[in-house]
């Protein structure tokens, strides 16, 4: 019973997944694959008599110029965010930043030559030790999450720095705020 329900987000990825294929649509999944040193460009090619909601989605945005931009570099696409941040002395991942995570799964999913460390940090606040446990929660949360979008597991690595990194150097809860945080970095 318990491998059942570890099954049914799977399933059910993969069923959304197969239901937003269109005919119309051509897509060339090459990517910059660092570990081999070669270096290829990410491109997608989309048949004009149709229309496809599901890249607009996941760009954030309907414009045909974001369409011939790599949704990585799209300033205005949901990809362009790539800081998740949590509450005090959590790890879960808030519902505000769950469409971020979902939308970076489906675009891993889409080019699976490409892959991402997901690097945890904490505030100042609380132990060393603790804090890069706590990081590590937090980068775990996040892999969790994109893995059952149905991504092969070397395509995701996590990290955790702990409170070694801070963004902003302050000691008040501004700061302290956008220090607990896990980035998602590209490959």
């Known amino acids: ?53 599901s890249s607009a989605s996941t760009s954030g945005t309907g414009s045909s110029t974001s369409s011939q931009m790599n949704p990585l570099d799209d300033p205005t696409s949901i990809l362009s965010q790539r800081v998740i941040y949590f509450e005090f002395d959590k790890s879960n991942v808030l519902a505000e930043y769950q469409a971020v995570v979902e939308a970076h799964g489906k675009y891993l999913s889409e080019n699976p030559d490409t892959s991402v460390v997901l690097e945890g940090h904490a505030d100042e606040r609380g132990t060393r030790e603790y804090n890069i446990a706590l990081g590590a929660r937090r980068s775990k949360a996040v892999q969790q999450m994109l893995n ?6 070397d395509q995701t690595s996590t990290m955790s720095f702990g409170e070694e990194k801070p963004a902003a150097m302050g000691h008040d809860e501004q700061s302290w705020g956008k220090n607990r945080r896990v980035e998602i970095v590209y490959q």
Request: a negative charge.
């Open 148 to 153: 059952f979008q149905g991504l092969r597991l």
């Open 1 to 53: 019973m318990r491998n059942l329900i570890k099954f049914v987000p799977f399933a059910i990825a993969a069923i959304i997944l197969a239901g937003c294929e269109t005919a119309g649509d051509t897509q060339d999944t090459s990517s910059t694959d660092t570990t081999q040193g070669s270096s290829t460009t990410a491109t997608t090619t989309t048949d004009t008599t149709t229309t496809d909601t």
